[in-house]
């Protein structure tokens, strides 16, 4: 059933929306978060009952299917389009961001009159046109990276400018939500509400109330891979996963208690499969991985009065069919500048029995890493060209391509046109950062983005929340490749720390012709943290508590270059540990 058809059947259900009786809609998503982290799948290690209501009351998809990792996922879900077409191929270092011209869902909400936000992990692009504010959505509150080091009171932004934020993170933004829905009451203005929670993904953190359940549990449903299962991250893991079903707990009540409960649409899912060997079904595979147990999520949609309570869906259906999906319940017309991948799923949702029914087979494609696996209703095509039954072998123990020659064929020759027609998109990165846009201020650019030259080393393996260290030579230096979009003069600040026996560095800022030269005067040497929060080991960056250093101001030139920030004296051991350059336009 295509696109146009599915619109056709759904308008035969409902009555068509007058202005005022849009639905308002919440989508939340959790990160690194299995399909198995749910009591309601099955998981008898933790209770999750919030979350459980949603399938209890609403309807549930048996089969939804996301990207291995993070950002590709978000980048589907917010275009309707396969992640490669989008110009994303990483998680970082700028291959986490969607092309600059690419409609995203919040641009299509907004347009049709929403008033949008999103709170938490936003992960596709730190700089404007590729901030979240610069995407469709009119109010941010969080952070861009991939992941964060640390999740109490940290560093944060709101509409691009930095702030701190007010206790657990996953909280804070759950606050902010209930916050926005407060300010919405009364407005006339349905809202299109993004409620993204960056956990469970490491650093594993969660508050006491939390923890202590499972400090000491005996874990009695393991995993897959049982013997690789490293049972205090999955004690942390599980905890996150009901600190998260406490939140949504909260958002539910407020709902309730502004009563629009029927007029709230509630849309539940994960962006990749669980981030460790723990149970989750019996499922091949893990985050990272394009077998079902890396990409299977949770799909829960609760709309009180539309969707029937405790229904389930079985066919196939993706992260690229959301927006074409709540665009049709909210009925708004897609006028797409570039062809959707996702279909319609609204017959579904309204009338699961009757769509399923007649609802024709298709492929969904999973790619990451260079290996492409294809899932059908009843078959996977795995990366190394094995068929499993997924019906009879939701594990994927038994090659059965011998049994099944013809549907093997098919499915090789639709990866390899899939591969033709798709990942052709991912060629070369050349997009360079852009600084210095007219429609905005502020430009901001983190540790992550740049490259340090020289001895000059990150704070970990992940750039994601990574500071450089060890910049103790004039001949080191820390770039970007930039492209300014508009000429004139910006303030530029240093987020650093340095101790008291290195200050004095003189440090030149240059592009071009433009040079900027400044020396660090005041010590700032505060203690790392993050440790002290972990219950379990981490491979990320530690964070600090940076202080900004107005370095001065410096005339830019439109164009694009390489943004240079180098020492020209070094008085004590080292420069600074650097996090952050943030460029303000001077009026």
């Known amino acids: 059933m295509n696109t146009r058809l599915a619109c056709v059947f759904l308008f035969c259900l409902i009555a068509p929306l007058a202005a005022a009786e849009k639905p308002n809609i919440v989508v939340i998503m959790t990160d690194d978060q299995g399909w198995g982290d749910l009591s309601v799948n099955g998981n008898t290690n933790l209770s999750t009952p919030h979350l459980d209501s949603l399938a209890r009351d609403g309807v549930s998809f048996e089969r939804f299917y996301v990207s291995p990792v993070c950002s590709p996922t978000r980048a589907e879900f917010l275009t309707g389009r396969y992640h490669p077409r989008c110009g994303v191929h990483a998680t970082s270092n700028g291959g986490e961001r969607m092309n600059a011209d690419e409609q995203t869902i919040a641009d299509v909400f907004k347009t ?93 953190q969660v508050p006491d109330q939390w923890w202590e359940k499972f400090a000491n549990k005996e ?21 996150m996963c009901e600190n998260i079903d406490g939140n949504v707990g909260r958002l539910l009540a407020k709902i309730d208690e502004l009563k629009i409960t029927g007029q709230t649409l509630i849309l539940f899912l994960s962006d990749n499969g669980p981030n460790g060997w723990r149970w989750n079904g019996g499922m ?20 009180p009065g539309k969707v029937p309570p405790g229904k389930r869906v079985a066919p196939v259906s993706a992260a690229i069919d959301l927006l074409p999906t709540l665009a049709a319940l909210a009925e708004i017309p897609l006028t797409s500048p570039k062809p959707l991948d996702g279909i319609n799923l609204a017959p579904l949702l309204i009338d699961p029995e009757h769509a399923t029914t007649s609802w024709p087979p298709r492929k969904i494609f999973s790619h990451w890493g260079g290996k492409v696996s294809v899932r059908t209703q009843q078959f996977r095509l795995d990366a190394e060209g094995k068929l499993y039954d ?32 798709v990942l052709k998109h991912s060629g070369p990165d050349d997009r360079p950062f852009v600084i210095a846009h007219p429609d905005v201020p502020w430009s901001h650019l983190p540790a992550r983005d740049g490259k340090g030259h020289g001895l000059i080393k990150r704070s970990s393996i992940h750039p994601n929340c990574s500071y450089f260290l060890n910049w103790t030579s004039t001949d080191d230096k820390i770039a970007w490749d930039v492209e300014v979009r508009s ?101």
Not at 401 to 414: C, N, V
């Open 284 to 303: 091949k595979g893990i985050k990272g991985s394009v077998d079902e147990g890396g990409i299977r999520s949770p799909l829960l949609v609760r709309w």
């Open 112 to 204: 049709a009159g929403y008033a949008t936000a999103l709170f938490g992990k936003w992960h596709s692009g730190t700089q404007v046109p590729y901030h979240p504010n610069a995407r469709g959505f009119e109010e941010f509150y969080g952070f861009c990276s991939g992941h964060w080091g640390d999740y109490y009171s940290p560093q944060l932004e709101h509409n691009g400018q930095p702030v701190k934020g007010e206790g657990f993170m996953i909280d804070d933004f759950t606050r902010r939500a209930t916050d926005f829905m407060n300010r919405q009451k009364g407005t006339g203005k349905p809202f299109f509400l993004c409620l993204s929670y960056n956990s469970p993904h490491s650093p594993m």
């Open 487 to 587: 000429s004139g003069k910006y303030e530029a600040l240093l987020w650093y720390a340095c101790p008291q026996a290195d200050v004095g560095s003189t440090i030149e800022l240059s592009l071009g012709s433009s040079r900027l030269t400044g020396t660090l005067t005041e010590a700032h040497d505060p203690p790392l943290v993050g440790r002290e929060h972990d219950r379990a080991p981490r491979t990320e960056s530690y964070v600090k508590d940076f202080r900004t250093m107005r370095l001065g101001v410096i005339e830019l030139e439109k164009g694009r270059g390489t943004l240079t920030l180098q020492a020209r004296k070094i008085p004590g051991h080292q420069v600074m540990e650097f996090r952050q350059l943030t460029l303000q336009r001077v009026k």
């Open 390 to 421: 997924m019906a009879a072998d939701p594990g994927q123990e038994n090659d059965v391509t011998a049994a099944h020659p013809a549907i093997s064929r098919e499915l090789k020759a639709a990866v390899t046109e899939w591969k033709q027609s």
């Open 219 to 239: 874990i009695t449903l393991r995993g897959r891979g049982r013997q690789k299962e490293d049972l205090t991250h999955t004690r942390a893991a599980l905890a």
